[in-house]
């Protein structure tokens, strides 16, 4: 089974892209050892600290966020990172010809009861005015020359793109090497099967609860079929499901809190699975654009997602037409 670098030489990545992603599969091979240690170093549990969310930091997101910073901000190709722990962005070398947006550990609630959690990233090239603030950014995420997670599950896989389809890499803890696994992720196009969290259903739109609830209906409702539903809480894992067996992934709009009517970040997650979705040939919306095509105007700008199997993400928006927000 080939290893990262030589398929990436093969793909003609650059070799500074090359060096930003072999950064990255170190912090991955590293993180991966302490979720797996978890009580065992003694790793696990929360800090007394909230993030910019105002989520309550779990120790393992603040020592993965600097394990990232870290090993990210020595490489000389990288100008700086965005992170779901940091409040600004951190800048590296200013001859930098990447910028890094990461969420260090998604799905921090499930590190406490050992289920899975990821690494998500998103690269874009530095702009040419390369102001070294924030704004640089602020780029659409079809800009993105690479993007991908680490999921810390059974096996530690690194899945990304450099717009030449997906990969997905099997860490083989015996020589701690990431080995091509998948050459080529394909979507399958339909699907039996959803995700959602469904104990938002009241706070949706009533178009998403009608989509919902047909799907509920099976085949004696509209769509004829019966579907079946998996929620891990962790988007990444979710997403990694999809990308292997096809479905639909959501974390729509929904009421509960004016201030916050979304839950998952654009910059960190929504963009980076949109293009694996995308580069998979499937779909990654807000039910009102796609996720690729949104303008950023903050670095933790949160969005309503619904991803996965081109047809039924299409029957979805369907559903979805002419609501002010999915
Ligand atoms: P945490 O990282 O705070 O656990 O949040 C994970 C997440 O951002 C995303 O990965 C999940 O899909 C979603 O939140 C889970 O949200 P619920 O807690 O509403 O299930």
């Known amino acids: ?26 912090c991955a091979k590293e993180i991966s050892f302490r979720v797996g240690q978890g009580d065992l170093a003694g790793v696990l549990g929360s800090t007394l600290d909230e993030n910019i969310q105002g ?16 090993i990210l901000l020595e490489s000389t190709h990288v100008r700086a990172v965005a992170s779901e722990e940091e409040d600004g962005i951190v800048t590296g070398a200013a001859e930098g010809q990447y910028l890094v947006a990461f969420d260090p550990l998604d799905g921090s609630s499930n590190i406490d009861i050992n289920s899975m959690v990821g690494t998500i990233f998103s690269i874009l090239p530095t702009p040419a005015d390369n102001s070294g603030d924030a704004s640089m950014f602020l780029q659409p995420g079809r800009q993105q020359v690479a993007a991908g997670y680490i999921l810390y599950g059974p096996r530690t896989m690194l899945v990304f793109t450099t717009g030449r389809g997906v990969k997905m890499f099997t860490l083989d803890q015996t020589v701690g090497e990431f080995l091509l696994t998948d050459a080529d ?33 099976g085949k004696d409702g509209p769509r004829g079929k019966n579907f079946n539903m998996r929620w891990i809480a962790a988007m990444v894992a979710d997403v990694h499901r999809v990308l292997c067996r096809g479905g639909l992934f959501t974390y729509p709009w929904d009421g509960r809190s004016h201030s916050k009517p979304y839950k998952l970040r654009l910059l960190y997650e929504g963009n980076p699975m949109a293009l694996l979705v995308e580069q998979a040939g499937g779909i990654a919306h807000t039910g009102q654009e796609a996720i690729l095509d949104i303008q950023p105007d903050d670095i933790h700008q ?20 002419g609501s002010q927000t999915a």
Request: with cysteine; hydrophobic share 40%; charged share 25%.
């Open 185 to 217: 992720v394909q979507i399958p196009l339909d699907t039996e099967e959803f995700a959602i969290n469904m104990s938002n259903h009241r706070h949706w739109r009533p178009e998403m609860r009608r989509y919902i609830d047909d799907l509920l209906l």
């Open 302 to 321: 949160r969005i309503s997602v619904i991803l996965g199997s081109k047809n039924e993400v299409a029957a979805c928006l369907n559903y979805l037409e």
């Open 55 to 70: 989520e309550t930091q779990k120790k393992l997101d603040v020592l993965s966020n600097q394990l990232l910073k870290d």
């Open 1 to 26: 089974m080939q290893r990262l670098i030589p398929t990436l030489r093969n793909d003609q990545v650059d070799e500074a892209l090359i060096s930003v992603l072999n950064s990255l599969s170190i």
